[in-house]
């Protein structure tokens, strides 16, 4: 019997922070090598999966795409690899998360005007809904 610990789908799951859902999808994008099965068929994963888990999960909640996560996996399964192209990888993605935080800046700005002009009181009238529909003369 192998000495080395292996765990179910859940224990993995549990072990990585991420959902076993998760980690079917995972494995079915190619981000996580299939793993051994047992004779029933149950997925059996191991440290070196669990730890691979749990670089998709971090690089989730830093918000990379699944495209980025698979070029930073392969970047960090490289030992070869150059640190510039892990660099370029994390500057491209600040320079979107940059665009995308200003676009929603102005979504809060102009959502904000749009509230500050509606008087909020019995009326029918309401600039938030002329804007929405094309008719925005009420709000300059």
């Known amino acids: 019997m192998n000495s ?7 224990e993995a799951a549990s072990r ?3 959902s076993a859902k998760m980690v ?12 051994a099965r047992t004779e029933s068929g149950y997925r059996r994963y191991g ?11 971090r690089a989730r909640d830093l918000g990379f795409s ?5 070029e930073l996996l392969k970047l960090w399964q490289n030992r070869r690899r150059a640190s510039a192209d892990v660099k370029r990888i994390a500057q491209r993605h600040v320079a979107d998360l940059e665009r995308r935080m ?7 700005d102009s959502l ?19 804007e929405l529909s094309g008719h925005n003369a009420a709000v300059s």
């Open 4 to 10: 080395v610990e292996q765990f179910n789908i859940g």
């Open 16 to 18: 990585s922070g991420v």
């Open 24 to 35: 079917r999808h995972y494995e079915s994008l190619g981000l996580l090598p299939a793993v």
């Open 47 to 57: 440290e070196k999966e669990v730890h691979t888990l749990r670089f998709v999960r």
């Open 66 to 70: 699944m495209a980025e996560i698979a």
């Open 102 to 108: 200003a676009a929603m800046a102005d979504m809060r």
């Open 112 to 130: 904000k005007h749009l509230a500050h002009c509606c008087q909020g009181d019995q009326r029918p009238d309401c600039p938030i809904l002329e």
